[in-house]
């Protein structure tokens, strides 16, 4: 079985763009969270997205590449080669059949869809010939094999908000048992539309604590209200430690689990057994002791239903321990970015076992019984290993009873 | 009417593929081709012919977009198409 290691990392968030922004503004605490400006949100109850203000796509695309892109295959190139730059991997490393894509989203191309709808029912919006190529869910994980040359798998999946989180835990088992020797691996998602926007409140779980926006989403709070949507990229190069090692790249850390499970029993209400059982998988195939974790990402949405379910998956897998773990749900700053929130999650989890700081779960205002955990609550918080070495959990659940939760560690024995 | 009676043919065709291919109207001359000097590719050709549908009122067949190859043949392809229609 071969060792998997994280050599690269991309992100665009709605706190910023790239692993040193992003990781610095988690850890101050700063939400990315506004008032939605680019539609008309009058008929809307939530009128705030985490958007992502910061992402320059003339930094990558010439005028036509961006017409040829829906924003989500824009977020996911830009996160794609930031992460191969990162991890210095020039072409000869990537122009091959051995590199492949996995990516998880699950919008994909909406706005195309949208806009291509809006002209085919009622003549609002411009007709364009490209919308399938620019709409399809693939355009993403496609565009990126272009735009990097890769040319080994090439794998889109969509397992609503747990995607990022899939598209990495399968990306590592690729390499783990030999498939490819290099993966871009990781979620994007643009969701935030006037029509999707609509389409949440009908379901009722978007937050309407609109006043003021960076405030409105509460995980694990008893006031919360429901989770605030938004988009990103986040982006992973994996490759095994021996290639790592031999072309001397810093290796921010190893991924060494991965467990995905469905509940199969309602497409939308959690179930905490299905999630146990995905977390129980994931340290399983990580051959780690429950002691070893020594913190916990967690989905964290800030709904009334997530947080509980997931709060009790965790007291069924670790007993008393539960209490003693700390698990922050970065969603508190960044909202939900659905697809990409999974991929978000697990790069801020590798860089803070890299750091050994935990960012904190902000707007907690007040103690509800069913969310008894140490969510960090106070601001950051360093990350102390409770065995030899540092290992971690990035919890992700999804619509349709998704289930899937990474595991990292960064002991020092992988450091070149 | 609409402006493309006031404009020729060949400033509508221009004015459609500087804004498509993202180009200078300047730049385009009726032997101006456009794979070869504007980077154009099939799908670029699908989004012209879908503006100069549009545009013209006309609609084009399948098998002529691939005989688009510079301005002049696409401004005597409409022509053609809109005396079909006359």
């Keep these: 079985m071969r060792r998997v290691a994280v050599t690269g990392i991309g992100l665009i968030t709605p706190v910023g763009v790239g692993r040193e922004r992003v990781f610095q503004a988690l850890i101050e605490g700063r939400s990315g969270i506004s008032r939605i400006e680019g539609f008309d949100i009058s008929a809307l109850k939530t009128t705030m997205s985490g958007i992502c203000r910061d992402f320059r796509p003339e930094d990558f695309f010439d005028e036509r590449e961006k017409t040829r892109l829906d924003r989500v295959s824009q977020l996911a190139i830009a996160a794609a080669e930031s992460a191969a730059r990162d991890a210095r991997m020039d072409n000869g490393l990537l122009d091959n059949y051995d590199t492949g894509v996995i990516i998880g989203t699950g919008f994909g191309g909406q706005e195309s869809v949208e806009e291509y709808c809006g002209a085919y029912f009622n003549g609002h919006g411009r007709r364009t010939a490209i919308a399938i190529p620019k709409a399809m869910y693939n355009a993403a994980s496609s565009n990126i094999a272009i735009r990097l040359k890769t040319r080994g798998p090439n794998i889109t999946l969509s397992t609503a908000c747990s995607s990022g989180a899939n598209a990495i835990g399968q990306a590592f088992h690729m390499i783990r048992y030999g498939q490819t020797e290099r993966m871009i691996a990781g979620g994007a998602d643009a969701p935030v539309t006037p029509v999707v926007m609509d389409a949440w409140k009908d379901m009722r779980v978007l937050s309407t604590k609109n006043d003021p926006p960076e405030r409105a989403c509460k995980p694990f709070s008893a006031n919360r209200d429901g989770f605030v949507l938004s988009e990103g990229a986040g982006i992973v190069v994996l490759e095994t430690i021996e290639s790592a090692r031999e072309r001397g790249a810093h290796i921010y850390a190893e991924i060494i689990g991965y467990g995905a499970t469905a509940d199969a029993s309602h497409i939308t209400f959690p179930d905490s057994e299905g999630e146990a059982h995905a977390i129980l998988r994931a340290l399983r195939d990580a051959a780690v002791q429950p002691e070893e974790i020594a913190y916990v990402n967690a989905h964290g949405t800030a709904t009334k239903l997530n947080d509980i379910s997931e709060t009790e998956a965790l007291k069924k897998v670790f007993g008393s321990r539960a209490r003693e773990i700390p698990v922050s749900s970065i969603k508190s700053m960044l909202g939900h970015s659905m697809g990409a929130s999974g991929a978000i999650e697990f790069i801020a989890t590798v860089l803070a076992i890299e750091s050994k700081k935990i960012p904190p779960t902000i707007n907690y205002e007040e103690a509800d019984p069913q969310c008894d955990l140490d969510y960090v609550t106070e601001g950051a918080r360093e990350l102390k290993a409770t065995a030899a070495r540092i290992a971690a959990l990035s919890n992700s659940f999804g619509f349709g009873g998704n289930n899937a939760v990474l595991v990292a560690t960064g002991s020092n024995d992988i450091t070149a | ?86």
């Excluded at chain 2, 404009?7 to 070869?36: C, F, G």
């Excluded at chain 2, 980077?39 to 691939?66: H, M, Q, T, V, W």
């Excluded at chain 2, 005989?67 to 006359?86: A, P, W």
């Design chain 2, 1 to 86: 009417m609409t402006r493309g009676a006031v404009q020729s043919v060949e400033d509508v065709v221009k004015n459609i593929i500087a804004a498509e291919l993202r180009v200078s109207r300047d730049q385009l001359n009726p032997e101006t081709h456009l794979m070869k000097d504007l980077g154009a590719d099939s799908l670029d050709a699908l989004n012209i012919a879908l503006r100069l549908e549009e545009a013209f009122r006309i609609k084009i067949p399948d098998d002529a977009i691939p005989k688009f190859l510079t301005i002049s043949d696409i401004v005597s392809g409409v022509n053609d198409h809109l005396s079909e229609r006359q």
